[in-house]
């Protein structure tokens, strides 16, 4: 067992030193994997600043963490400036224009799995889109460097560790069935082993041209003629003009506080924002934190509040292009006041009992987050997707990047769980040019209106609760960034009624909350997060045990 996981494992039944974070004074980027992060820390170094490296690091993420890094994907990313401004980029998945409301039920009425592998899973992808938009208006650097770094390690080749061989094997039951994913993934059967190097030269010619023409040769050059050629010979819905009419969306962040911290978060179409100020509503008043982190109190409450979230996500939350939301609502003092009081301090709530709320107005697990700072106080926190690992499974002919499966973070029917078991609503209904509603939510906490902790995850439906957890490992229990992201995680989502919850609990804190009335899943890993501190002068980097993650500064 390797050490770091070891740790993780004893780290609420037995009392361990602190683990360290990574610390630097000029600049601190963390992501999933250890390429990508020298790729961003090199872009600091050489003078730009963290929208740049941000940029940088979703490029090379493509080549270095094809199940989830992407080109053919989306997300979002929130950037707080050095002067204080803060704005989110939208660069979600849309539906193509020949999407229609019951496109993924079959005769009988009940879904498909079409909204899960092949061609017609597909969004618009929005990455090169949001990536240039913020190079262009927050960044300084040249846009080729930015995307320079992506092209070599394509095209020089990666040297394969144990888990990247492994994810592609892993993966061939689904993506063998697809001709191209099979040849440039699984080399026609012939697995790639560790040590290995894996060269992508369809996909260094699609990221070189890129360099050269920017985004629009992604969107109305050479390479949309290729994808919308594609997609027309395999059933696909993305057209050449969905890929010409695609547009980033800049929004407004949200914003909210708690214990006197500020909170800027995400936005709709993203539901976790939302999430995020309604659960740290209900705990505030509660006193939950004086169980002391991993009590079955601290565990019980935290549950009560994600239960009653998830109910209401699933009713109200949509694109907010397309759907009134209730946002003020959802947050008003009232309402949360009315939440909170709903909790048994001694029992769990069944999910049977809660409904979202009647109100009236006055999201593969293959996501992956990675947030940067650079030394003069600029932020710029990432998640992108291809919604499961590997998406559709499909990969573009000729160009060597694999599309998302994103239609399937639509309700198909509303009412039915999708892939993660998320039960959506009406207003997450397929409609055309629609945006899926998502759970990723990058978000910044402020103390004393400075930057203070900037963090993400990804995990599909647990996004919320792990950002949410690590949030106030930090703020409540006063946990350094590095054991606050270490920290044993759990997960309930309303529907269905069960606690999922890490193999790092106490049997005793178990037995607890099944007293409690709590259905209880054990799973050896939940998401994952990468979190930067703002402390004294100091950036503290904190990566993920769970997975091959990275920090480094200087």
Same mark, same amino acid.
């Given at each position: 067992?390797?050490?770091?996981?070891?740790?993780?494992?004893?780290?609420?039944?037995?009392?361990?030193?602190?683990?360290?974070?990574?610390?630097?004074?000029?600049?601190?980027?963390?992501?999933?994997?250890?390429?990508?992060?020298?790729?961003?820390?090199?872009?600091?170094?050489?003078?730009?600043?963290?929208?740049?490296?941000?940029?940088?690091?979703?490029?090379?993420?493509?080549?270095?963490?094809?199940?989830?890094?992407?080109?053919?994907?989306?997300?979002?990313?929130?950037?707080?400036?050095?002067?204080?401004?803060?704005?989110?980029?939208?660069?979600?998945?849309?539906?193509?224009?020949?999407?229609?409301?019951?496109?993924?039920?079959?005769?009988?009425?009940?879904?498909?799995?079409?909204?899960?592998?092949?061609?017609?899973?597909?969004?618009?992808?929005?990455?090169?889109?949001?990536? $240039?938009? *913020? +190079? @262009?208006?927050? %960044? #300084?650097?040249?846009?080729?460097?930015? &995307?320079?770094?992506?092209?070599?390690?394509?095209?020089?080749?990666?040297?394969?560790?144990?888990?990247?061989?492994?994810?592609? $094997?892993? *993966? +061939? @039951?689904?993506? %063998? #069935?697809?001709?191209?994913?099979?040849? &440039?993934?699984?080399?026609?059967?012939?697995?790639?082993?560790?040590?290995?190097?894996?060269?992508?030269?369809?996909?260094?010619?699609?990221? *070189?041209?890129?360099?050269?023409?920017?985004?629009k040769d992604f969107y109305q050059g050479e390479t949309a003629r290729l994808l919308a050629k594609d997609m027309s010979e395999h059933g696909g819905?993305?057209?050449?003009?969905?890929?010409? *009419?695609?547009?980033?969306?800049?929004?407004?962040?949200?914003?909210?506080?708690?214990?006197?911290?500020?909170?800027?978060?995400?936005?709709?179409?993203?539901?976790?924002?939302?999430?995020?100020?309604?659960?740290?509503?209900?705990?505030?008043?509660?006193?939950?934190?004086?169980?002391?982190?991993?009590?079955?109190?601290?565990?019980?409450?935290?549950?009560?509040?994600?239960?009653?979230?998830?109910?209401?996500?699933?009713?109200?939350?949509?694109?907010?292009?397309?759907?009134?939301?209730?946002?003020?609502?959802?947050?008003?003092?009232?309402?949360?006041?009315?939440?909170?009081?709903?909790?048994?301090?001694?029992?769990?709530?069944?999910?049977?009992?809660?409904?979202?709320?009647?109100?009236?107005?006055?999201?593969?697990n293959e996501t992956t987050h990675y947030t940067i700072a650079d030394g003069e106080g600029n932020l710029a926190l990432v998640t992108y997707t291809?919604?499961?690992?590997?998406?559709?499974?499909?990969?573009?002919?000729?160009?060597?990047?694999?599309?998302?499966?994103?239609?399937?973070?639509?309700?198909?029917?509303?009412?039915?769980?999708?892939?993660?078991?998320?039960?959506?609503?009406?207003?997450?209904?397929?409609?055309?040019?629609?945006?899926?509603?998502?759970?990723?939510?990058?978000?910044?906490?402020?103390?004393?209106?400075?930057?203070?902790?900037?963090?993400?995850?990804?995990?599909?439906?647990?996004?919320?609760?792990?950002?949410?957890?690590?949030?106030?490992?930090?703020?409540d229990f006063g946990m350094n960034v590095q054991d606050a992201v270490n920290w044993p995680r759990f997960h309930h989502q309303w529907l269905p009624?069960?606690?999922?919850?890490?193999?790092?609990?106490?049997?005793?804190?178990?037995?607890?909350?099944?007293?409690?009335?709590?259905?209880?899943?054990?799973?050896?890993?939940?998401?994952?997060?990468?979190?930067?501190?703002?402390?004294?002068?100091?950036?503290?980097?904190?990566?993920?045990?769970?997975?091959?993650?990275?920090?480094?500064?200087?």
């Amino acid at each position: 067992m390797r050490p770091a996981l070891a740790l993780l494992l004893i780290a609420v039944s037995l009392p361990v030193w602190a683990a360290q974070p990574v610390r630097g004074r000029k600049g601190m980027v963390v992501t999933r994997e250890p390429r990508a992060t020298e790729v961003g820390l090199k872009i600091l170094e050489s003078g730009g600043n963290a929208v740049d490296a941000a940029v940088a690091v979703g490029f090379a993420l493509a080549v270095t963490h094809p199940s989830a890094g992407n080109i053919g994907g989306g997300g979002f990313m929130l950037i707080r400036l050095a002067d204080g401004r803060t704005t989110f980029l939208d660069f979600r998945e849309r539906a193509p224009a020949a999407s229609s409301r019951n496109m993924y039920l079959d005769a009988s009425g009940n879904p498909t799995q079409d909204s899960v592998v092949g061609y017609r899973a597909s969004g618009v992808p929005g990455s090169v889109a949001g990536f $240039e938009y *913020a +190079a @262009r208006k927050y %960044g #300084r650097k040249p846009w080729a460097e930015l &995307v320079d770094p992506a092209v070599e390690l394509a095209s020089k080749g990666l040297t394969l560790s144990w888990s990247e061989s492994s994810s592609m $094997e892993n *993966a +061939a @039951r689904t993506l %063998g #069935r697809f001709a191209e994913s099979k040849r &440039v993934f699984l080399r026609d059967g012939n697995y790639y082993q560790p040590g290995e190097l894996f060269v992508q030269p369809d996909l260094a010619r699609t990221l *070189a041209r890129i360099e050269k023409l920017g985004a629009k040769d992604f969107y109305q050059g050479e390479t949309a003629r290729l994808l919308a050629k594609d997609m027309s010979e395999h059933g696909g819905l993305i057209a050449a003009a969905d890929l010409a *009419a695609y547009k980033v969306i800049e929004r407004a962040p949200l914003t909210g506080k708690y214990r006197g911290y500020d909170i800027v978060t995400s936005p709709p179409p993203s539901s976790g924002g939302v999430g995020i100020l309604q659960m740290l509503g209900v705990l505030e008043a509660t006193g939950y934190e004086k169980g002391g982190a991993g009590s079955a109190e601290v565990v019980h409450y935290m549950t009560e509040a994600m239960r009653r979230y998830f109910a209401d996500r699933a009713q109200h939350l949509g694109d907010p292009d397309f759907v009134k939301l209730p946002l003020r609502a959802l947050l008003d003092p009232a309402y949360i006041a009315k939440l909170r009081a709903s909790i048994d301090p001694e029992q769990a709530t069944p999910s049977s009992a809660i409904h979202a709320a009647a109100v009236v107005d006055v999201e593969a697990n293959e996501t992956t987050h990675y947030t940067i700072a650079d030394g003069e106080g600029n932020l710029a926190l990432v998640t992108y997707t291809l919604n499961g690992g590997y998406g559709s499974k499909v990969t573009a002919t000729g160009l060597g990047f694999l599309l998302n499966n994103e239609m399937d973070d639509f309700a198909a029917k509303p009412g039915s769980p999708n892939m993660f078991g998320l039960v959506q609503g009406e207003n997450n209904a397929i409609q055309a040019r629609k945006t899926p509603l998502s759970s990723m939510v990058p978000t910044i906490v402020l103390k004393d209106g400075k930057p203070y902790l900037a963090l993400g995850s990804p995990g599909g439906a647990t996004i919320i609760n792990t950002v949410l957890e690590v949030l106030v490992n930090a703020i409540d229990f006063g946990m350094n960034v590095q054991d606050a992201v270490n920290w044993p995680r759990f997960h309930h989502q309303w529907l269905p009624d069960q606690l999922q919850i890490e193999n790092g609990y106490s049997p005793d804190t178990i037995a607890l909350l099944e007293r409690r009335g709590y259905k209880i899943r054990r799973v050896n890993s939940q998401g994952e997060c990468a979190a930067i501190m703002l402390e004294n002068g100091w950036l503290e980097g904190a990566a993920d045990p769970r997975t091959e993650a990275t920090a480094a500064g200087y």
